[in-house]
């Protein structure tokens, strides 16, 4: 059983940044995959960022070079850097661990970005 807590979402401007964290309940170092999904509304959740255990990333083609997924182990921690934020960004986004078949997720933290 792993608990997903997000933080660090808001509203900023087009062209900021933002820094999603995510704090598990468990050591991380061994969770298969761990990511970040988002969810705008009248759509459906879609892939982000992921990290598999062995260091291993995958973004989404849209936020290539603009967001980047690292994780603290030692905080038990995973992070979304979001750079150069475009209004198309914006939705509630949600971590994801994904360990042994079984996905936990977070509640969600809503990103809003103005034009």
């Known amino acids: 059983q792993v608990h997903l807590v997000e933080s660090g979402g808001g509203l900023v401007q087009a062209g900021g940044s933002l820094r999603l964290s995510c704090a598990a309940s468990r050591n991380i170092f061994s969770i298969n995959v761990m990511g970040w999904y988002r969810q705008a509304p009248g759509k459906q959740r879609e892939l982000v960022a992921t990290r598999t255990n062995l260091g291993s990333r995958n973004y989404a083609d849209s936020v290539k070079g603009r967001f980047t997924i690292t994780r603290d182990i030692s905080e038990d921690t995973v992070y979304l850097q979001m750079n150069s934020l475009k209004p198309e960004d914006t939705a509630v986004y949600y971590c994801?661990?994904?360990?042994?078949?079984?996905?936990?997720w977070g509640q969600g933290t809503q990103v809003t970005v103005s034009s």
């Open positions: 994801n661990a994904r360990h042994n078949g079984d996905d936990y």
